[in-house]
């Protein structure tokens, strides 16, 4: 790493400027003072007189507003504080630095002083003003995150890097970024600390080419600390059974700079075949955003760290549907076949379901084959009890539930996976991250007067996931950024419609006797399980299209004609029909080929 003295102010390299003359940015320049901010001060707050402009000459900032929303991030190159200023008012924020930064500070009266004889910079400040104001209408009420561009790497607890890591991260983000995005590495661990000034003006030199830079913090705490201060994002690298997972000092200080959004664990293990066990006690203490497992014999797990990092991770959102969410196996076999990469996976009820057994490592026939067992072989969804809690005995449910998918912890499953459920008790959605996975499984799919709600460890009633959420799409956007496959169950245009009556129901005496002598009618009331799993699923294939993010794919496989949501002997039959379509209409699609 070639380091360069730290400059005077130099406005022209702003892009703000281009078309600005000379003689204009000198004159602004010269009643301009650079301004060294660190990280975690805060450059100007909420609620302040709006009487200066900043430009950012290097480091980074983040825009909070009351306190906790985070709404934008200020790189290099970037005015701060434009809006406030030619209106005339207070701050509508705090403006934080996240790591070492250098601003350029322009008081009111001195701009105004050489705007009236270059009034090309106002013109220039106000054509930002409305490009600024356009980007933060396009993206209201959602928080804003710039993808890092300058990672910390770090052992944690009292783990080593090991020989090679950084070299072979580099390699994964060289593959995965675009061809002409230079991919920086630092491997400095033993090295003194450079000047500060110095060393956050090569940043800024990098950055200004478009650079992503990987840097070993580990050695000195002098060069630690000066590699995290700097830094837009921190990766912590343990290895769980050879390290304990007790966070060491440089982690502390790392923490202490680094907000826990921007905090990534990875946990390294020697192979594939290894079982993860135990990632909670090195999650708990640490609060990252994301952890991911990763094998050194798995060229693809580091791939998949480098696209999760980059913004580019792929993820899976599976919508709810009883059987019908073997659909969901057949576009994971032709995802697979077609080498697209499934990062992330998370799903609402059956999406939950299936979503679960590939997050642990289960192929799609191993899968077809548990839950053929489960609802055919065990007749898990078909034992009736006395309608008290529900209208089925969920005891062999969860039995097989338990022994399939097992206590093992959300956290330990080799693919990132989330569920979701509806909270009675909280009157929301509830995120399953962590806990056993068989109760993530089991709540997500507590068909409401079908199934008895779950009962969590602390006392939450939970129902089915797609009472609020059957395709959680939002809450995948919530926990990464890039592309998503998003997977649909049914057509959201179908009109569905009855022959019969309102006068045909039967009374309760007439009833029971069909249901005695396995009488059928010709056209059927629609049943209790039709009316919940419809009611269930109608917002959300109404509001599919909306959710959806600029780069994400919805997908809609078709569904075997009359079948319903406890047809499980028809689900072997509608995954091949689902790959099939997958293959022949998604794969080839210019969207697909870009992830």
């Known amino acids: 790493m070639s380091l360069v003295p730290v400059s005077g102010p130099n406005l022209a390299r702003h892009a703000l400027f281009d078309g600005v003359s000379a003689a204009a940015i000198d004159a602004l320049e010269s009643v301009s003072t650079l301004k060294a901010i660190s990280g975690g001060e805060i450059l100007v707050a909420q609620g302040d007189d709006a009487d200066a402009l900043y430009f950012v000459e290097s480091g980074r900032f983040r825009v909070v507003v009351n306190k906790v929303h985070i709404v934008a991030h200020i790189e290099a190159g970037e005015a701060v504080g434009e809006l406030a200023f030619f209106a005339g008012g207070k701050r509508t924020a705090d403006v934080i630095a996240t790591r070492d930064s250098v601003v350029l500070k322009v008081s009111r009266s001195a701009f105004d002083d050489i705007a009236q004889t270059h009034p090309e910079l106002t013109q220039a400040m106000l054509k930002l003003v409305s490009e600024r104001l356009v980007v933060a209408t396009s993206r209201a009420g959602s928080v804003s995150s710039s993808t890092p561009r300058v990672i910390a790497l770090i052992p944690a607890g009292t783990s080593q890097l090991p020989d090679g890591f950084l070299a072979r991260l580099t390699e994964a983000f060289e593959a995965v970024v675009k061809a002409d995005t230079p991919v920086i590495a630092v491997d400095q661990g033993t090295n003194e600390a450079s000047d500060s000034a110095a060393y956050q003006a090569w940043l800024a030199e990098q950055e200004a080419k478009g650079a992503y830079v990987l840097i070993d913090g580990s050695g000195s705490e002098e060069w630690g600390s000066q590699v995290c201060r700097n830094a837009d994002a921190l990766v912590m690298m343990g290895r769980p059974g050879r390290a304990e997972p007790e966070p060491n000092a440089m982690e ?58 980059t913004g580019g991770a792929v993820g899976l959102v599976l919508a709810g549907g009883g059987a019908l969410g073997c659909a969901h196996l057949g576009v994971v076999q032709a995802l697979r076949e077609a080498n697209v990469p499934i990062d992330f996976i998370g799903g609402a009820s059956a999406g939950a379901a299936m979503g679960g057994a590939i997050a642990r490592g289960m192929t799609v026939d191993e899968t077809l084959d548990q839950m053929e067992a489960m609802f055919i072989k065990a007749k898990a969804m078909r034992r009736l009890t006395l309608p008290l809690y529900s209208l089925l005995d969920p005891t062999v449910f969860d039995a097989e539930l338990r022994s399939r998918y097992g206590t093992k912890d959300i956290a330990d499953q080799p693919i990132a996976f989330f569920g979701v459920s509806t909270n009675l008790s909280t009157n929301g959605l509830h995120v399953h991250r962590r806990g056993p996975l068989w109760e993530c499984v089991r709540a997500s799919g507590s068909l409401p007067t079908i199934l008895p709600p779950f009962i969590d460890g602390e006392g939450n009633i939970l129902v089915d996931g797609g009472v609020l959420d059957n395709v959680p799409v939002k809450v995948m ?5 890039g592309p998503n496959i998003v997977v649909s169950l049914g057509d959201p245009d179908e009109v569905w419609r009855t022959n019969v009556e309102y006068d045909d129901i039967r009374g309760r005496w007439t009833l029971m ?20 799993s419809r009611s269930m699923v109608v917002a959300s294939r109404m509001a599919s299209k909306e959710m959806l993010g600029e780069h994400d794919i919805l997908v809609n496989p078709p569904i075997i004609p009359d079948m319903q949501i406890l047809d499980w002997h028809l689900g072997r039959e509608l995954a091949g029909m689902a790959a099939d379509y997958i293959t022949h209409n998604v794969v080839e699609s210019a969207g697909l080929k870009a992830l």
Do not use: N
């Open 477 to 481: 956007h919530g926990l990464k950024t």
């Open 252 to 309: 502390q200080t790392a923490m202490r700079w680094i907000a826990p959004p921007q905090r990534t664990l990875l946990l390294v293990r020697e192979k594939a075949e290894k079982t993860i066990t135990k990632s909670a006690v090195w999650i708990d203490p640490r609060d990252p955003k994301l952890h991911h497992h990763v094998a050194l014999d798995s060229d693809a797990d580091f791939a998949k760290v480098a696209r999760f990092l």
């Open 513 to 532: 006797k069909d249901v005695l002598l396995r009488r059928k009618r010709e056209a059927e009331f629609p049943s209790i399980v039709e009316i919940m």
